[in-house]
Nanobody, 116 residues
Framework: QVQLVESGGGLVQAGGSLRLSCAAS????????MGWYRQAPGKQRELVAG???????NYADSVKGRFTISRDNAMNTVLLQMNSLKPEDTAVYYC??????????WGQGTQVTVSS
């Protein structure tokens, strides 16, 4: 069974930075696409960023140029570096494993709050 555990969320002022980390259990990490979704209050979950097993990345338009996704296959870890944070980035962020738009596994989520 795969487990995804996020860390790194918190409260930050607008313009600040946070780095989210996701540690994955199991031996299938390296062969799977990893992603970060977010859900803000009253809104649907949206894909923020994804990275394939080969390292190709994609981003939501709203975060392009500000967020960077990366992975370390040796450590079974995926990171989301978030810079120039805005209040509208406030959400619960979820780590995922599997196809970018239909992930098979989800983490429990970590809260990111950006104050204005």
């Amino acid at each position: 069974q795969v487990q995804l555990v996020e860390s790194g969320g918190g409260l930050v002022q607008a313009g600040g930075s946070l780095r989210l980390s996701c540690a994955a259990s199991g031996s299938i990490f390296g062969s799977n696409t990893m992603g970060w979704y977010r859900q803000a209050p009253g809104k649907q979950r949206e894909l923020v960023a994804g990275i394939t097993s080969g390292g190709s990345t994609n981003y939501a338009d709203s975060v392009k140029g500000r967020f960077t996704i990366s992975r370390d296959n040796a450590m079974n870890t995926v990171l989301l570096q978030m810079n120039s944070l805005k209040p509208e980035d406030t959400a619960v962020y979820y780590c995922t494993m599997g196809p970018a738009y239909d992930p098979r596994f989800w983490g429990q989520g970590t809260q990111v709050t950006v104050s204005s």
